[in-house]
């Protein structure tokens, strides 16, 4: 799963590591980040700055050279309304689903241990959700279907 890197230089820290600050952001022409020109500091590991700083964010990642390609079917709700069988609608209650209720991920990035799970077992993606292995799952070709969102700080931060 893909995040957008921000331009900002405040700190962050990557998972189980160190402070860091992004200096530049080198990205191709078709405008996909490439390179990330960072700091660190060695003094804040495990993300304890000695001078108080506080982090902004924490950095989760999938090194995509060593991570397996699989199918990620993000459900959302299915209905524009909290009530679908109100009898004061027009038509049927199929004319009040949800466009967007399903998002296939087709080549997400993930781990390898998790090409191994089993169907119908249930893992966390961090910031992202819970997530349960789809009866199509294989160990060629993960399928996982997410079951409960998370808060997403990083929108929340969009919408300010």
């Known amino acids: 799963m893909r995040r957008s890197a921000r331009t900002t230089h405040a700190s962050d820290r990557a998972r189980y590591t160190a402070l860091i600050t992004c200096t530049n ?20 590991k495990g993300g304890n700055a000695p001078d108080g700083r506080r ?12 991570a397996v390609d699989a199918e ?20 049927d209650f199929t004319d009040r689903i949800h466009p ?10 993930l781990e390898p241990n998790l090409a191994t799970r089993s169907h119908g077992e249930r893992v966390q993606f961090e910031r ?23 808060k997403d700080s990083w929108t929340k931060k969009k919408v300010q």
């Open 72 to 91: 990620v079917r993000l459900y959302d709700r299915l209905f524009n309304e909290e009530n679908p069988l109100d009898e004061s609608h027009e038509g």
């Open 100 to 109: 967007g209720s399903l998002e296939v991920l087709e080549n997400a990035k």
């Open 25 to 44: 952001v080198i990205k191709d022409d078709a405008g996909e980040v490439v390179e990330l020109h960072c700091t660190w500091d060695p003094e804040s």
């Open 128 to 150: 992202l959700g819970y997530f349960v292995v789809d009866p199509d799952s294989t160990a060629e070709r993960p399928v996982y279907n997410r079951t409960i969102q998370l």
């Open 55 to 66: 982090v902004r964010g924490t950095i989760h990642w999938v090194s995509a050279k060593h």
